[in-house]
């Protein structure tokens, strides 16, 4: 049994599994075919499954494919991060706007980023494992990023939990602004 809550984007979901717990630890189905086309309304297939390792502070994103766009199911099996989605469609009435949510080991929480939106996290624990299923192949050739801070889309990143600014890779620091971005048909 999941749970599925949609966030302020309604395409991109907070999905909660159902975890059964005792004394000696937990059990939870991480994922089911059946379970999260039956709770989500989305039908997808998973072709790549990708872990990441970072430290506190580090920021990745804001990151997108225009071509082999990805669908991504993400997830945090230690550690605490905040995660976001900016709406990248043309075609959107919510193009420009974002969601976040944290997403921990503690709360086990995953969320649903659909193809056609920007995604990004902020590592808010010591350090944190990041887990994401995609439905299309990375592409470096079509990614594209925006940058973390334009003040167009105006991201609330918990910054003030940081002792200092965000750590982010020269590729995500050259990231486009807003006005200069490409965006999804």
């Known amino acids: 049994m999941l749970k599925v809550t949609p966030t302020r984007l309604p395409e991109v979901l ?3 599994p159902k975890v059964f717990g005792d004394e000696r ?3 939870l189905e991480s994922y089911n ?5 039956a ?3 989305v039908r997808t297939k998973f072709v790549q499954d990708n872990h990441s390792r970072s430290a506190r502070g580090v920021l990745r994103g804001l ?5 082999q766009p990805q669908g991504k ?7 605490r991060v905040f995660d976001v989605a900016v709406d990248m469609r043309l075609s959107s009435p919510r193009l420009g706007q974002w969601a976040g949510v944290e997403l921990s080991a503690d709360n086990k929480r995953q969320l649903w980023v659909p193809a056609g939106f920007a995604h990004g996290f902020l590592v808010l624990s010591d350090s944190a494992d990041f887990l994401y299923k995609t439905t299309d192949y990375y592409a470096p050739q079509f990614e594209r990023a925006l940058a973390w801070d334009d003040e167009h889309v105006g991201i609330e990143w918990p910054i003030a939990e940081l002792a200092e600014s965000p750590t982010v890779s020269a590729k995500d620091a050259a990231a486009a602004r807003w006005r200069g971005a490409e965006l999804f048909d």
């Open 14 to 16: 907070v999905v909660e």
């Open 73 to 79: 199911l993400v997830r945090v099996i230690s550690g």
């Open 33 to 37: 075919e059946a379970a999260f086309e």
């Open 63 to 67: 990151h997108y494919q225009l071509r």
């Open 39 to 41: 709770a989500t309304g």
């Open 25 to 27: 630890g937990f059990f």
